[in-house]
């Protein structure tokens, strides 16, 4: 099995040099092969170094609700910390040492500015770079902490939402920035779900835009630790990412250390029960299928066979 969405920080704690050292990331990897986890990503969000802000930075001014806008630029302000080159130093050096991870960044969606983030990116020897949605506008809708995106939730259309939503992730798959669909269903965290006919659409076009991309798409535990309290994606939702010939990778989420694997025997359970046999593992952006019931150890990089 593999977790391949693993931050090095958690939500609260600015980044600083005192994360890196390699003793922290054996702690991780001895965690995850305790649970049966053979290989590890290491996915920190790009909002968390200084240098996205200059290719991201202000994209909340152009949502007409500048109290939102205001809370995104609060969140930046407080997370955007970071060195992207001491990031991907410290993870190589980790790989250098034998410990069992990838590189990566999970890229959040910017809407008319992923060609500048493919462009930041391009330069770093990325292993795998997971896509998400984090803004609907300038609306944080998944951070809970928040009060006012939580109030948020009360004042829009359910339905519109998870368009919304759906609209987003198609945008984000359709620029191939990246090779891995987080958490797919994000927008169901509150618990909150639309329509019958509503999901049903959403479903089918998030399973299409995956399909059409050739991206993967990540079986998330992290929802069993939000309200909703269920996997991501939706049983229903991996069974059409399968139907659709849809790779998955399987994840955590975990940011810091205390959720490494977890809940990774029920992830396998679920994958298996939509039809799948392989997760995806990847090496310099190329992936390769991995039996399910063996994680990723002896994965040969020069052997990676599928572009996504």
Same mark, same amino acid.
Request: net charge negative; proline share 3%.
């Given at each position: 099995?593999?977790?391949?969405?693993?931050?090095?920080? @958690?939500?609260?704690?600015?980044?600083?040099?005192? $994360?890196?050292?390699?003793?922290?990331? +054996?702690?991780? %990897?001895?965690?995850?092969?305790?649970?049966?986890?053979?290989?590890?990503?290491? =996915? $920190?969000?790009?909002?968390?170094?200084?240098?996205?802000?200059?290719?991201?930075?202000?994209?909340?001014?152009?949502?007409?609700?500048?109290?939102?806008?205001?809370?995104? #630029? *609060?969140?930046? *302000?407080?997370?955007? =910390?970071?060195?992207?080159?001491?990031?991907?130093? +410290?993870?190589?050096?980790?790989?250098?040492?034998?410990?069992?991870?990838?590189?990566?960044?999970?890229?959040?969606?910017?809407?008319?500015?992923? @060609?500048?983030?493919?462009?930041?990116?391009?330069?770093?020897?990325?292993?795998?770079?997971?896509?998400?949605?984090?803004?609907?506008? +300038?609306?944080?809708?998944?951070?809970?902490?928040?009060?006012?995106?939580?109030?948020?939730?009360?004042?829009?259309?359910?339905?519109?939402?998870?368009?919304?939503?759906?609209?987003?992730?198609?945008?984000?798959?359709?620029?191939?920035? %990246?090779?891995?669909?987080?958490? @797919?269903?994000?927008?169901?965290?509150?618990?909150?779900? +639309?329509?019958?006919? #509503?999901?049903?659409? %959403?479903?089918?076009?998030?399973?299409?835009?995956?399909?059409?991309?050739?991206?993967?798409?990540?079986?998330?535990?992290?929802?069993?630790? *939000? @309200?909703?309290?269920?996997?991501?994606?939706?049983?229903?939702?991996?069974?059409?990412?399968?139907?659709?010939?849809?790779?998955?990778?399987?994840?955590?989420?975990?940011?810091?250390? #205390?959720?490494?694997?977890?809940?990774?025997?029920?992830?396998?359970?679920?994958?298996?029960?939509?039809?799948?046999?392989?997760?995806?593992?990847?090496?310099?952006?190329?992936?390769?299928?991995?039996?399910?019931?063996?994680?990723?150890?002896?994965?040969?990089?020069?052997?990676?066979?599928?572009? =996504?």
């Amino acid at each position: 099995m593999l977790d391949y969405h693993v931050h090095l920080w @958690p939500h609260e704690i600015r980044a600083d040099s005192t $994360e890196y050292h390699l003793e922290k990331l +054996a702690r991780y %990897c001895e965690k995850a092969q305790a649970k049966g986890v053979e290989e590890i990503a290491l =996915t $920190e969000h790009l909002f968390r170094f200084t240098c996205a802000v200059d290719v991201v930075g202000g994209f909340w001014r152009r949502d007409p609700n500048a109290l939102l806008g205001e809370q995104v #630029a *609060k969140y930046f *302000k407080h997370h955007a =910390t970071a060195d992207l080159d001491a990031y991907v130093e +410290a993870v190589l050096a980790a790989k250098a040492a034998g410990l069992p991870v990838v590189l990566g960044l999970e890229v959040d969606y910017y809407p008319g500015l992923m @060609p500048q983030v493919a462009k930041l990116l391009a330069g770093y020897p990325f292993d795998v770079l997971l896509g998400s949605i984090h803004w609907i506008g +300038a609306w944080m809708f998944d951070d809970l902490s928040n009060d006012v995106g939580v109030a948020e939730w009360d004042k829009r259309d359910i339905d519109e939402v998870w368009r919304a939503y759906t609209e987003a992730l198609e945008e984000l798959a359709a620029t191939k920035t %990246c090779d891995v669909l987080a958490h @797919p269903d994000l927008v169901k965290l509150t618990g909150r779900r +639309a329509s019958k006919g #509503a999901i049903d659409e %959403c479903y089918a076009r998030m399973a299409e835009a995956a399909a059409a991309s050739a991206m993967a798409a990540e079986l998330s535990s992290a929802g069993w630790r *939000k @309200p909703v309290d269920e996997a991501y994606p939706a049983f229903d939702l991996l069974e059409r990412f399968h139907a659709n010939g849809v790779a998955i990778t399987t994840a955590s989420d975990t940011h810091g250390s #205390a959720d490494v694997a977890y809940r990774t025997d029920e992830l396998r359970v679920i994958a298996q029960g939509a039809g799948y046999t392989n997760l995806r593992a990847f090496r310099s952006r190329h992936g390769r299928e991995v039996p399910i019931s063996s994680g990723a150890g002896g994965i040969d990089a020069s052997t990676d066979d599928s572009r =996504t």
